[in-house]
């Protein structure tokens, strides 16, 4: 490391943990950090966060960060989150939990939302869906009827790059990305659209001031300085969604550019350069002032592979903790024993329900042609495959209704580094899969974004160039290629088939945890 060269801090916070990273100029990783902290769900459908616990969780993970580097080298942060809801005192300070995005409580307010919005004005404005957990504005009514002193007593709702800058600057703003999945932001015009805050009742000054990504929002203050190690003053800029964040990570700029981020959910998207939006896809500003950005948020990514080892894996954790490998490649390689297809064995994803493009919070997961020649490696891939439908879901979409041309993708995140599953996707998608190997790319992605805007780049165009390596390329095989081909209208039609069952088994409210008269305990 140089002792004169100057770095750029990213930030992000995420749905189990704040990551912080210090990168230099040309990308590379100096310093990082991360802080976990858990989720809140005492009743079903509940999903909250101790916002507390994100700022204390940033403050370690800066300190891991910047610990063998000056803070004085440190010239610009930048911030990218998932959503949530945060209800905050006028010094910045959380009046409750957070609320998240896997949160169903505000599902009664999305009926609330059309009947005195109308849904097809709610899309003409903001260029979304009306719909709760991925949206602010349902989260926000319910506090608003559910919860009224507490929304008397908010200074400001806030999401949680916000308010960590907030915390951070004193500042209290929105980036315009962020600002998007609102359902109160005019997305072509990037302002708040009043009619809907006077409609809906709801005081315009409880809303942070939305600000471009890349604007300078202000200074570390003394006290957050004395908090972090940061310098006191060091420029923070407005930041971003964390799916902003991971196209800048993934270098993908222009429109036919296509990436995919595999964590818990999985985040297909890529850039427009014209504002005509399908209302199956979430869509917020871009980095640049005359594109957009498309999101094709798919729930069961890895949270369904993180249940299959919680679930049925005890025998895998076990070895994987006594030999220190990877459960999950573990469980990867048993897949990878089954063939293309897993012997007919379909899997619909949809453990938490469905955003893009089905929208069904009801939705639930399935194994469908379960035979007494299936084992374990199949319904394993079955998993791997069910991701991987649910993203050729995506990219068809996009290719036949949206009408892009998408040659190739570009995929980050947890699954990045499981050849076993990139193969798998590039087979279903019969299309040339590209990994990324940083496992940092929203927190890459919020610096890179902070250098932009300070000038330690001309422009997002050479910063990329300079920042974001590839990794393996994945070419389809044909033969698995035509397997899928085979099975895939058999995925779409499940869903169809079946979605009317999902609602009823909500409906019957069945007790969580429930035990049998007479059986043992």
């Known amino acids: 490391m140089k002792e004169h060269e100057s770095y750029l801090l990213g930030i992000d916070i995420g749905g189990t943990g704040a990551k912080a990273g210090v990168f230099t100029r040309a990308g590379d990783l100096v310093g990082s950090g991360y802080g976990e902290y858990a989720m809140i769900s005492t009743v079903p459908g509940q999903a909250e966060h101790d916002a507390e616990a994100w700022w204390q969780a940033t403050i370690l993970a800066i300190k891991q960060a910047i610990a063998d580097i000056s803070p004085e080298l440190i010239t610009g ?59 602010s504005l349902p989260t926000i009514l319910w506090l608003k009827h559910q919860e009224p002193e507490q929304f008397a007593n908010a200074y400001k709702l806030m999401v949680p790059g916000g308010y960590l800058i907030a915390r951070m600057t004193g500042e209290f703003t929105i980036d315009y990305s962020r600002a998007s999945t609102t359902l109160l932001f005019d997305i072509r015009k990037r302002t708040w659209y009043q009619p809907f805050f006077k409609t809906l009742d709801i005081p315009l000054d409880k809303l942070p001031t939305p600000m471009p990504c890349d604007q300078v929002v202000g200074g570390i203050t003394q006290a957050a300085a004395a908090l972090t190690g940061l310098k006191a003053g060091t420029p923070v800029i407005a930041g971003c969604m964390d799916t902003i964040g991971a196209s800048i990570g993934t270098g993908v700029l222009h429109e036919g550019q296509c990436f995919i981020i595999m964590g818990t959910a999985a985040r297909v998207a890529g850039p427009l350069n014209k504002a005509l939006f399908d209302h199956r ?241």
Not at 313 to 328: I, L, N, P
Not at 401 to 430: F, P, Y
Not at 465 to 486: I, K
Request: charge should be negative; hydrophobic fraction near 40%; aromatic fraction near 10%.
């Open 77 to 135: 942060i930048g911030v990218g989150c998932t959503n949530g809801l945060i209800a905050v005192d006028r010094q910045g300070v959380p009046i409750r939990p957070a609320i998240m995005l896997w949160d169903q409580r505000a599902l009664p307010e999305v009926d609330r939302i059309r009947e005195q919005l109308g849904a097809e004005k709610v899309f003409e404005v903001t260029g979304n869906p009306v719909a709760p957990g991925a949206f």
């Open 281 to 521: 896809f979430m869509n917020c500003t871009h980095i640049k002032d005359d594109y957009w950005q498309y999101i094709g948020a798919i729930n069961g990514v890895g949270s369904s592979l993180r249940w299959i080892r919680d679930t049925f894996c005890q025998m895998e954790q076990k070895v994987a903790d006594m030999s220190g490998t990877d459960v999950y490649e573990l469980i990867t390689d048993q897949a990878a024993q089954a063939p293309p297809g897993s012997k007919g064995l379909l899997f619909l994803p949809y453990l938490a329900g469905e955003r893009t493009p089905i929208w069904d919070p009801y939705a639930r997961g399935v194994f469908f042609g379960v035979t007494l020649g299936h084992n374990r490696n199949d319904f394993f891939r079955s998993v791997l495959e069910g991701a991987a439908f649910a993203i050729r879901h995506v990219i068809e979409l996009l290719e036949t209704d949206v009408g892009l041309a998408i040659e190739d993708l570009r995929i980050g995140g947890a699954a990045a580094s499981s050849k076993i599953w990139n193969q798998i996707i590039a087979d279903v998608l019969g299309k040339k899969v590209v990994s990324l190997t940083q496992s940092h790319t929203e927190v890459l992605g919020a610096a890179v974004l902070a250098g932009v805007s300070l000038g330690a780049y001309t422009d997002f165009e050479s910063a990329m160039t300079q920042t974001v390596t590839l990794g393996d390329t994945f070419e389809p095989d044909d033969m698995a290629h035509e397997s899928y081909n085979r099975l895939f209208p058999m995925y779409r039609e499940l869903y169809e088939e079946n979605k009317h069952h999902f609602k009823k088994l909500v409906e019957l409210d069945l007790p969580q945890g429930w035990v049998t008269k007479g059986a043992r305990t």
